[in-house]
């Protein structure tokens, strides 16, 4: 156990010792690799902001149940007994003919039915769902508009499930970008042990013919490709946290002028890690194709 | 300790450079290897540090079949070698205390341990207080005595060398045939290719002599 920690200590220090020896040319892949990474990560940042953005404008989506204007007020109160009873809902508030009138004519818009004969605004229900499952609620749209007196049920839900939708395709605009830059880096990294490989082509051959195994002469490349890796993905973070501090004042300009409260958050701490431990893994990766492309084929 | 049993080396393109060889050397011989340019020298001594397979016959050091070693098992049997190769080989952006030390990070050896081995091997060949230095600043014997003091560091109960003083003066050159000895003198199998015997005569070594992939000879 301890001559395995020794020889990939030894492996680090080497992998380090390759990194440090080519300032110019780790700089200029950690940044490839960095850019190439900050792009879904951003896109992940993005929209997770947003969707808690959507959290706190859309509160608790409701259902609108009106009742038919010559409905009796036994409908009205057999429909309000079916909602009391229904275990599904969080809560419903009865709003009466009259009470919408008087709503209506405190918004200022009393005079557009001044010249009517007689109100005619139905008796309605603001129903809250316990769920805000999309699903939930066209369940219960299709239960309510088939009771008896109920001439019309409204979805205020429906614009939360077309952001719903568009969260969805952003999520997977963002795997797929993560995916064909993830496959970027990868082929970064292969590159660039190649060239590793073919530069210590030498000191290769030597340290076989002197009894190293395997495992000894890839260690140090893998450790290279990981540690580049990690390398990019400490870019791609510091320039996520750059455009976090950019954007964040516009973002939340623009948020104030829809009347929302909105500041743009930058990644959390598991985030950070997970992005950094992706890039890692991926350099990893990069590495082991490009030496069992490149080094098994050399082993004598 | 080495056997060799028919065997054939041939390369690919028809080259036949070992046309069925049979010898054995014993522990703590010292053998010279000789024969003209393209005789089979390099070739033999591939054959036993397995960087070459034979195409038939077998190998045999210290009883086991080199020539049947998994891929796995080669850096093993290459680790209770000590191999001077013509060219030194070493590694230029390394110091000589760090060439030296490879073979023991190799192995795995703990840092302190090695590091002492290490300034023994160059005390041995006469290279102390030189650790420092990198390989290009010094002379060709002095390099050749590096690489030397990297085939000992891991105490090998065989060494082999492959024209170990091809490319030096006859001063250095002799120094290098004196190491040689004094390691068969400390019980060390020595098998030594070369085209100057007489550099080796004093210690009165077992001649084995190749000619066109044949053993033409041989004289205790």
């Known amino acids: 156990m301890t001559q395995w920690l020794y020889l990939h200590a030894r492996a680090i220090a080497l992998a380090l010792r390759r990194l440090g020896g080519q300032p110019v040319g780790t700089l200029l892949s950690a940044l490839v690799v960095g850019i190439a990474l900050s792009l879904p990560a951003a896109g992940y940042l993005l929209l997770d902001n947003v969707a808690s953005l959507a959290r706190g404008v859309s509160g608790t989506p409701e259902i609108s149940v009106f009742m038919a204007p010559q409905s009796s007020p036994a409908e009205v109160a057999a429909v309000e007994k079916r909602l009391r009873a229904d275990g599904e809902l969080a809560g419903y508030r009865y709003v009466s003919r009259d009470e919408a009138l008087r709503q209506l004519e405190r918004s200022g818009l009393g005079d557009v039915l001044g010249g009517l004969a007689a109100n005619p605004l139905p008796d309605a229900f603001v129903i809250t769902p316990r769920s805000d499952d999309p699903a939930v609620y066209n369940a219960l749209h299709a239960r309510f508009v088939d009771w008896p007196g109920v001439a019309h049920v409204q979805l205020d839900s429906a614009w939360v499930e077309r952001l719903h939708a568009l969260l969805r395709l952003g999520q997977a605009v963002v795997l797929l970008l993560a995916g064909l830059l993830g496959l970027a880096l990868v082929i970064v990294t292969f590159n660039t042990i190649r060239l590793q490989i073919l530069t210590q082509r030498h000191e290769i051959d030597v340290s076989r013919l002197l009894g190293a195994t395997d495992p000894f002469i890839r260690r140090p490349f893998y450790w290279f490709g990981s540690l580049q890796g990690l390398l990019g993905g400490l870019v791609a973070l510091a320039i996520v946290w750059a455009a976090v501090q950019v954007l964040g004042v516009p973002a939340a300009q623009l948020a104030r002028a829809y009347g929302a409260v909105f500041t743009l958050a930058g990644p959390g701490v598991r985030d950070s890690a997970a992005i950094v431990a992706f890039a890692a893994l991926l350099g990893w990766l990069g590495s082991a194709i490009s030496v069992r492309r490149h080094l098994v084929e050399r082993l004598t | ?220």
């Open chain 2, 1 to 220: 300790m080495i056997v060799f049993e028919e065997v054939v080396k041939r390369y690919p393109g028809g080259y036949t450079a070992l046309a069925g060889v049979s010898f054995e050397i014993g522990q703590g011989e010292l053998v010279v290897l000789s024969g003209h340019s393209g005789a089979g020298k390099s070739t033999l001594l591939k054959l036993i540090a397995a960087i070459e397979r034979p195409s038939a016959g077998a190998v045999r050091l210290n009883g086991q079949d080199v020539s049947r070693l998994r891929h796995r098992a080669i850096p093993y049997l290459r680790r209770s070698l000590g191999l001077v190769l013509q060219e030194c080989r070493l590694l230029t952006d390394r110091s000589v205390f760090d060439n030296v030390m490879l073979p023991l990070v190799i192995t795995g050896h703990p840092p302190r341990d090695a590091a002492k081995r290490a300034a023994a091997a160059l005390e041995r060949v006469g290279l102390a207080g030189r650790e420092r230095e990198m390989p290009l600043g010094l002379s060709g014997g002095e390099q050749q005595r590096v690489a030397i003091a990297r085939a000992i560091v891991n105490r090998p109960s065989v060494l082999i060398a492959d024209e170990p003083t091809a490319h030096l003066d006859a001063a250095y050159a002799g120094e290098i045939a004196a190491l040689f000895g004094s390691f068969n003198a400390a019980g060390v199998t020595v098998l030594v290719s070369t085209h100057d015997e007489a550099l080796f005569a004093a210690r009165r070594p077992r001649r084995l002599v190749l000619g066109k992939g044949q053993l033409v000879g041989e004289a205790a």
